[in-house]
């Protein structure tokens, strides 16, 4: 399954998440199925958000279109870095 990592800092948790949420109809329209936030423990305005994809080419054009540009920098995200993933294995211990 196709994954994408994104890593970035955020002006304020609380704004940045009210328009993720609000996107969340927009990015499963784009294709995104799953995902998860994370925090670093030792900076709360470094995030991680991973999701799962119907394909990494959906995942591209969605996440590099200028309209999302343009919310991210409304949102207060700085410096993202994007890392397009495949799965090899998922196990559970």
Same mark, same amino acid.
């Given at each position: 399954? %196709?994954?994408?990592?994104?890593?970035? =800092?955020? #002006?304020?948790? %609380?704004?940045?998440?009210?328009?993720?949420? /609000? =996107?969340? $109809?927009?990015?499963?329209?784009?294709?995104?199925? *799953?995902?998860?936030?994370?925090? /670093?423990? *030792? /900076?709360?305005?470094?995030?991680?958000?991973?999701?799962?994809? $119907?394909?990494?080419?959906?995942?591209?054009?969605?996440?590099? *279109?200028?309209?999302?540009?343009?919310?991210?920098?409304?949102?207060?995200?700085?410096?993202? $870095?994007?890392?397009?993933? /495949? #799965?090899? #294995?998922?196990?559970?211990?």
């Amino acid at each position: 399954m %196709p994954h994408v990592l994104i890593l970035h =800092a955020v #002006e304020s948790y %609380p704004a940045w998440k009210r328009f993720f949420d /609000d =996107a969340a $109809t927009i990015r499963r329209e784009a294709g995104e199925i *799953s995902f998860q936030l994370l925090r /670093d423990a *030792s /900076d709360p305005q470094q995030l991680v958000h991973l999701s799962a994809w $119907t394909s990494l080419a959906a995942a591209r054009l969605f996440f590099e *279109s200028p309209e999302l540009v343009k919310l991210r920098q409304e949102a207060g995200v700085h410096a993202p $870095t994007f890392l397009y993933l /495949d #799965e090899l #294995e998922r196990g559970v211990l």
